[in-house]
């Protein structure tokens, strides 16, 4: 079929739908301008994750060879601080809006779902904006620019790496004052909020599965649950991806190009 008509038809499926979820990976963000990790040009083609991937190595690296890690934040920090959500974060944001779509469920630590008007956000890899007192475990949510500007700040003017002036980059913890961490999931820490995540991919009508290869858990297993549950699945992926035997509808698209044509087409036919 064509991409065209699975557009059309797409567009159609969710004019129906009243409780839609959309399970969203990397290849989002990555038109948000944050490469993903995995990818070509990613973070780890820089760095090895054993070294900062875990808290256990960044620690270590820490502490062995702080020089190589500081120019690294500092290149995420301006990624971050430079990236907007994109016509597929407001795509989404929209479909919410016209009570179609209920949940996100995002492997992406960049806020903007929500920055894109989504209320109700599954983050099953943190939040790099949410900090994590390392003392009681309290955690608040910041503001992204104000935070990333606060901390560039602070890190264009170390000039000693020590593990003290590189913990001093976070705001204390408002509760205890202790040193935080962003809330973010690193390499052989448990994901997030997963019991939340596969009940709202089991109670959707419609799964939509954007910018997500399948190989990453818990997305892996999302569109597989909503389909057993008796959910359509869309998946919206211009590369190979594993939902091949549960996809009901296949866009071979960018996010945000696909979501954007979606959306046009529903206003047109539907609204
Ligand atoms: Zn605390």
Known sequence: MSTETEIKRAANILANAKRAVASCGAGISAESGIATFRDPGGVWEKLNPAEVGTSDGLIRTLTTNPHKLLPFFIELLETFERAEPNPAHLALGHLEQMGILRTVITQNIDNLHIEAGNTDVIEVHGNGFRIRCLSCGCTEPKDRRQLIRETLQKAYEIEDFTIENIASLMPPCPECDAVTRPDVVMFGEAVQNIPQAFNAARSCDVLLAIGTSGMVY??????????????????????????????????????????????????????
């Open 218 to 271: 818990p997305a892996a297993y999302l569109p597989f649950e909503a389909k057993q549950s008796g959910a359509t699945v869309i998946v919206v992926n211009p590369n190979e991806n594993a939902f091949s035997p549960v996809s009901d509808v296949y866009i071979p698209m960018r996010a945000g190009e696909a979501m954007g044509k979606i959306i046009d087409d529903l206003k047109q036919t539907a609204f």
